[in-house]
């Protein structure tokens, strides 16, 4: 599995879990859901992701996005 694919599952399930948590512990967990969801779109524009950066460091294989 590729960089790419891997933020992308990642925030998927950090968007998710934070939309659960919301409806069951709190709705200021719906501020971590607006993290990640900005933390998405400064990286489509800038190519700077730290999570991309922590996997790359760990061994993992770039895709076309963070090369």
Not at 30 to 36: H, I, K
């Amino acid at each position: 599995m590729t960089i790419d694919r891997l933020v992308l599952a990642f925030a998927g399930s950090f968007i998710l879990l934070s939309l659960l948590l919301s409806r069951i512990h709190s709705p200021y967990w719906l501020l971590f859901t607006a993290f990640v969801g900005a933390n998405l779109l400064q990286s489509s524009f800038t190519g700077f992701c730290p999570l991309a950066k922590i996997l790359k460091a760990l061994g993992f294989k770039p895709g076309e996005a963070f090369k």
